[in-house]
């Protein structure tokens, strides 16, 4: 079984910044993406920056020059810097990886339980 556990939500004002994490715990084998979506109120999940599997990232255009995603490999985490909030950011955010896992290596699909950003003065 694999996990994914975040945390760092929280309320913010418009301009501030917030860091979010994400754990990978587990019988992993291999970690092929991992990033982070998000899904605001009345809207469909939307993905907001991912590491692809040969280690690149993309980023939403929204997004692109004020969150960054960076991680440790050794702790299987990673984490998502979000500078210059803005009101339409509000969001629950939730942590995605693609796996390897287990001694039979089978693919899997992993979210976390989603955490709250909420941006407003």
């Known amino acids: 079984q694999v996990q994914l556990v975040e945390s760092g939500g929280g309320l913010v004002q418009p301009g501030g910044s917030l860091r979010l994490s994400c754990a990978a715990s587990?019988?992993?084998?291999?970690?092929?993406?991992m990033g982070w979506y998000r899904q605001a109120p009345g809207k469909q999940r939307e993905l907001v920056t991912i590491y692809t599997s040969d280690g690149s990232t993309n980023y939403l255009d929204f997004v692109k020059g004020r969150f960054t995603i960076f991680r440790d490999n050794a702790k299987n985490t990673v984490y998502l810097q979000m500078n210059s909030l803005k009101p339409e950011d509000t969001a629950v955010y939730y942590c995605?990886?693609?796996?390897?896992?287990?001694?039979?290596?089978?693919?899997?699909?992993?979210w976390g339980q989603g955490t709250l950003v909420t941006v407003s003065s």
């Open positions: 587990g019988d992993i084998y291999r970690i092929n993406t």
């Open positions: 995605n990886s693609l796996v390897v896992a287990g001694a039979q290596r089978v693919d899997l699909e992993v």
